[in-house]
C-alpha cells in the first residue's frame, strides 16, 4: 500500500486541473451545443402516415414447366438462403407434407411490394415493376383488409403504376413538391421490405436530379430500401409524398447506402394518363443527343457546356424536316433552356404530339431558330430499327496525296459523290490513318471527318490546309461521324507537326 501525504494529494489534483480542464471545458459545450440540436421524431408523422402504406402481392397461375437448369436451380438456393424468398417466376417452396410442384392452374405466389393510397376512393400508386406480368394483384391495408386491385395502366419508362381497389372512405397520403426539396432534409421510407409490413427507415435527400433514365431525374438517398420497399412512399417531414421508392444501387442485391426514388411531380403526371387513357402518349423529334462537353463549348465559341449534341438525325424524321443537321447544338426547345442533354427528351415527352413548337441550335458560331412538329413516341417494347453503319472501304476515293500524318494525326480520304450520297452528307473524307492526338481522342479508319470549328470539310486537301492553320495552342473542335452518329471531339494540334 502506497501512502501519500495530504499536501501531495493536493499537488496531485491541482495538476489534473490543468492538464484535464480544457478537455473538460470543451466536453461540457460540446454536451451544450447538442442539447441545442434536436434530432427529428418520426413517431406521429409515421403514425398519421403508416395507415395509408399499402402491401402489394401478385400471383400467377402454375403452368407446366420442364426441369429447371442446373444454373436455375443454384439461383433459386441464393434466393432462398440470402432473401428468404423464392426466385421471381419460381413456385413457393412447400411445406412439409405438402406436394412438390403445387397443381397446375392453381394460384402461387409471384412476388411482394408496396404502394400508397393517393384518393379515398381506392386509388392506389405503386412501380410498374412490382405488378409487371401479374395475373392477379392484391392490395392489403395495415387494418388487414384485402382487396383485389385492378391495374388501369403501367409506363415502363417511368416505373409508374396504377391500381384501383373498391373502396371508400379510405386513408390516403398528401402529395408534396418534389421540385422544393434540397439535398441534406430528412425523408423517411415506409414500406414492406422482404414482406416485413410497415416497416420504417430514415435519412436524408443525398442528391436530386440524378440522371438514370431518359425520362426521370431520381432523387437520391441513404435511406435503407430494400426488395419488397419498391413502390413505397419517400416521405418529407411534413408528411407529404415526395417520390416513390424505386431502385438502389447494390452489388448484393440489399441496401449498400445509395436508393432512388421517382419525384412525385413526375410520377403524377404519368399517374394523370394512366387514369384518363390507360397508357402514356409521349412526343419524339428522333434524333440521337448527347452532352457537350466543356471542351467542345470552348471550340465552338458556345462560351459554357449546355444543350444537347446532335449526333444523328432520323430520316423522315421531324428534326430531319425541320432541318435539324448532325452537329447540332439544340439550346431551347419551346423557350426553355436545355441545360444537360437529358433536359429534352424530358421536355418533348411531356409535349403532346402534333404541336409544333419553336427550336433553338447553335451551328457555326450562331444561334438558328427553327419550327418543329412533335410526333408521337412508339410504345414500350417498339424499338426504331438501327441502320447499319459499318465502312464500306474507301469507294474508290482518290487517296490523299501527302502520306505524313497531319497536326490532328490524321491520313484522310476524299469521298467520291456517290458514297455521300450513300451516307446522306453533304461533304467530308474519310479516315485513313488515325495516329497521335487524333488515336487519342478515339477516331478510326473508317470515320467521316464533317466539320472542324464552324469550316465544313470538302476535300482532302482543304482538310490539310485547314489543320495547317489551326492555332496549336487552343483545342479544336472536330465533327465526327461513325456509322449514323456524329460526335464532337476536341483535339489540340501536335506542335512538332
Not at 485513313?432 to 470549328?453: E, F, M, N, Q, S
Request: net charge neutral.
Amino acid at each position: 500500500m502506497i501512502s501519500r501525504s495530504p499536501a501531495l494529494a493536493r499537488a496531485m489534483v491541482m495538476v489534473a486541473m490543468l492538464v484535464l480542464g480544457p478537455a473538460v471545458s470543451e466536453l461540457g459545450h460540446a454536451q451544450a451545443a447538442a442539447s441545442n440540436y434536436n434530432l427529428p421524431d418520426f413517431t406521429d408523422l409515421v403514425e398519421k402516415a403508416s395507415p395509408a402504406v399499402v402491401n402489394i402481392r401478385t400471383t400467377e397461375r402454375v403452368r407446366s414447366r420442364g426441369g429447371n437448369s442446373p444454373d436455375d436451380d443454384e439461383m433459386a438456393e441464393f434466393f432462398r438462403r440470402f432473401f428468404g424468398v423464392p426466385m421471381p417466376g419460381q413456385p413457393t417452396p412447400p411445406r412439409r407434407g405438402q406436394p412438390q410442384t403445387p397443381p397446375q392452374g392453381e394460384e402461387q405466389s409471384r412476388g411482394v411490394g408496396s404502394g400508397f393510397i393517393i384518393s379515398q376512393d381506392g386509388y392506389v400508386m405503386t412501380n410498374a415493376h412490382v405488378v409487371a406480368d401479374a395475373e392477379t394483384i392484391y392490395v392489403t391495408l395495415p387494418d388487414k383488409r384485402e382487396f383485389k386491385a385492378k391495374l388501369i395502366g403501367s409506363d415502363k419508362r417511368t416505373d409508374v403504376a396504377l391500381l384501383k381497389i373498391e373502396a371508400t372512405g379510405l386513408p390516403r397520403l398528401a402529395l408534396g413538391d418534389s421540385d422544393k426539396i434540397r439535398p441534406g432534409e430528412w425523408v423517411l421510407a415506409i414500406g414492406s421490405p422482404f414482406g416485413l409490413d410497415n416497416s420504417v427507415t430514415a435519412g436524408i435527400v443525398s442528391a436530386k436530379g440524378r440522371d438514370t433514365g431518359d425520362y426521370l431525374p431520381f432523387i437520391q438517398t441513404d435511406v435503407a430500401v430494400n426488395p419488397g420497399n419498391s413502390g413505397g412512399p419517400l416521405i418529407n417531414l411534413r408528411g407529404e409524398v415526395i417520390g416513390i421508392n424505386s431502385q438502389i444501387y447494390s452489388r448484393s442485391g440489399g441496401y449498400m447506402g445509395i436508393s432512388f426514388a421517382i419525384p412525385i411531380d413526375e410520377a403524377m403526371r404519368v399517374s394523370e394518363q394512366l387514369k384518363a387513357n390507360g397508357k402514356v402518349t409521349r412526343g419524339r423529334i428522333a434524333v440521337a443527343i448527347s452532352d457537350v462537353s466543356k471542351e467542345a463549348a470552348d471550340s465552338l465559341g458556345l462560351g459554357r457546356a449546355r444543350g444537347a449534341l446532335v449526333g444523328s438525325v432520323e430520316p423522315g424524321g421531324p428534326a430531319e424536316k425541320a432541318g435539324i443537321e448532325a452537329g447540332d447544338i439544340i439550346l431551347k426547345f419551346n423557350g426553355r433552356d436545355i441545360e444537360k442533354a437529358s433536359d429534352l427528351p424530358r421536355m418533348v415527352g411531356d409535349t403532346k404530339p402534333g404541336t409544333r413548337v419553336p427550336l433553338q441550335v447553335w451551328r457555326k458560331g450562331q444561334t438558328r431558330e427553327v419550327q418543329i412538329t412533335v410526333t408521337e413516341l412508339e410504345p414500350d417494347n417498339a424499338k426504331v430499327a438501327a441502320r447499319k453503319g459499318d465502312r464500306k472501304g474507301s469507294g474508290g476515293g482518290e487517296e490523299q496525296p501527302t502520306a505524313k500524318p497531319n497536326a490532328l494525326g490524321l491520313i484522310v480520304n476524299d469521298i467520291p459523290e456517290a458514297r455521300l450520297r450513300e451516307l446522306k452528307v453533304k461533304s467530308g473524307v474519310e479516315v485513313d490513318t488515325a495516329d497521335g492526338p487524333a488515336a487519342r481522342a478515339g477516331i478510326r479508319p473508317g470515320d467521316i471527318i464533317l466539320r472542324v470549328g464552324d469550316t465544313d470539310v470538302t476535300g482532302a486537301r482543304q482538310f490539310n490546309d485547314l489543320v495547317k492553320s489551326l492555332d496549336k495552342s487552343r483545342m479544336a473542335a472536330v465533327f465526327v461521324r461513325r456509322g449514323d452518329a456524329t460526335q464532337v471531339l476536341t483535339l489540340r494540334p501536335s506542335q512538332s507537326r
